[in-house]
């Protein structure tokens, strides 16, 4: 079966052609660790998950990287401010994270490199760009001398000449060229620093992932993913470097990015300060409903995050799981499907995300899957189609929960969310929004509640009462 990505770099969909079909290499830029992360930050992180596990599928080897930064102005800031030491600080919010998209059902990448553990290798890369002349020392700094590389806004399609100067960048006395980039800047006694030879400093943001990369995957890589507010300046910095570093070869065969999440009419930004965070989010929803949330929209495009793409998440995966138990209650897990051979998997699933990873396509399919199972006389259909269910619930992340627990005896219903429910299917009713009431007594009954409308009110009681 043919994968299809859309690749930035060219701005059309391509057949997926790896560079050694016996290892594949995938980085995906992870978080500044400076505070606790937002559910914009969890997209990327389910997102290239999806493609692990998709590619993980056809091919004996895929060494997947997700970088930490853990070295970082805004960390030096907030550290501060907080008064706990800046190391601390960043290992705290580096575990924060970690914990964060575990709770999302995202898989451990084969390596999850941090910016501080690599200094030898910046550095390193750092004076290879000198000695070939795209970078220069200046006042304590290095700098990347763009115009040295003709190939630069190739991936955001910017010439030199549409970037004003300063734009983005600081303006500063020792460039070249204000459209000059830091890869080394002096540290002060109480900021984090290493000796170097410019002296004692620390990293810019944009080396660090050119040198992780070169570090564990190679001069050249098949994929490159990361947020569509990274292609520039960050991913056109981080491919000017690697390029200029490693003799021009192509550096990343395919420029993956995700779409933003946004809340009302903005993106979902720290600095606009409209963000949700993960840890809050899982105060009220399970890491389940918020990763189905995050894949009910085309990678690609923009989310709009909202409490009602909630409530549908959750009714969904209870229609799910109920099919499983309308199959017998089989309690196999899908991670028993990690590893099954391509034609294992529901056919329809894996072609949605073998087509540019369209997860809403794929999750149609699912559910398609589970009136299936609805439909089905036997016993040894219904038992087929549910496995086949949980191997597409692998793939998507998904049903990662037994049934047997999810619908144990009572399932710890709580009465007032019930009642909640009620009250809000009464008023979707009586704004004649039916599409909502019926949604809602969906998921009432996947819950396991069955209700009697009366003339007195809605009843309600637990299923087999």
């Not at 079909?21 to 830029?29: A, N, S």
């Not at 059902?105 to 002349?133: C, F, N, S, W, Y």
């Not at 009910?296 to 229609?319: I, M, V």
């Not at 998507?396 to 007032?416: C, I």
Request: glycine share 8%; net charge negative.
């Amino acid at each position: 079966m043919d994968i299809r990505f859309h690749n930035t770099q060219s701005g059309r969909k391509e057949n997926f052609t790896p560079i050694d079909p016996k290892r594949l290499t995938i980085y995906v830029c992870g978080p500044t660790v400076y505070n606790l992360v937002h559910i914009g930050n969890g997209r990327p992180a389910v997102v290239f998950d999806v493609l692990y596990r998709l590619l993980k599928v056809f091919y004996p080897e895929v060494v997947y990287a997700r970088n930490v930064t853990d070295v970082d102005d805004k960390i030096n800031a907030a550290a501060k401010e907080s008064g706990q030491p800046i190391q601390e600080f960043a290992d705290r919010f580096t575990a924060a994270y970690q914990e964060d998209v575990a709770a999302l059902g995202v898989l451990d990448p084969a390596v999850e490199p941090r910016a501080t553990h690599h200094i030898p290798e910046i550095i390193e890369m750092i004076q290879t760009l000198i000695d070939k002349g795209n970078a220069y020392a200046a006042d304590g700094h290095v700098l990347f001398d763009v115009p040295s590389d003709p190939e630069y806004g190739s991936l955001s399609r910017r010439s030199l000449e549409d970037l004003l100067d300063g734009a983005r960048v600081e303006v500063a006395a020792y460039k070249r060229d204000p459209k000059d980039f830091v890869l080394w800047k002096p540290s002060t006694d109480d900021l984090p620093g290493w000796d170097s030879p410019w002296g004692r400093g620390r990293p810019g943001w944009h080396i660090e992932c050119s040198a992780m990369i070169l570090k564990h995957l190679g001069r050249s890589i098949d994929i490159h993913g990361g947020g569509s507010d990274l292609m520039f300046p960050h991913h056109e910095n981080e491919a000017a470097q690697s390029r200029c570093a490693n003799d021009h070869v192509e550096c990343v065969r395919y420029w993956l990015h995700n779409g933003m999440l946004t809340l009302g009419q903005e993106k979902m930004s720290k600095s606009v300060g409209n963000i949700v965070t993960i840890r809050e989010l899982r105060e009220r929803h399970s890491g389940e409903e918020l990763r189905y949330a995050l894949l009910s929209g085309q990678y690609r495009s923009p989310l709009a995050w909202s409490e009602d793409l909630l409530h549908q998440a959750s009714s969904s995966l209870e229609r799910l799981y109920q099919a499983l138990r309308d199959a017998g209650g089989n309690d196999e897990t899908s991670l028993a499907y990690a590893r099954a051979a391509a034609d294992e998997y529901p056919a329809g699933v894996l072609a949605a995300l073998c087509d540019d990873l369209n997860t809403p396509e794929a999750l149609a399919a699912m559910h398609q899957l589970a009136g299936a199972i609805h439909r089905a006389d036997n016993p040894a259909e219904k038992s087929r189609l549910a496995r086949q269910l949980l191997a597409g619930g692998w793939l998507l992340g998904l049903l990662t929960e037994s049934v047997q627990s999810r619908f144990q005896a009572g399932n710890d219903l709580d009465p007032a969310q019930i009642e909640r429910l009620i009250s809000e299917r009464n008023a979707a009713r009586d704004a004649q929004d039916f599409a909502r009431a019926d949604a809602i007594r969906d998921e009432l009954t996947c819950m396991g509640i069955e209700l009697e409308d009366t003339r007195g009110g809605t009843r309600w009681k637990v299923s087999g009462d």
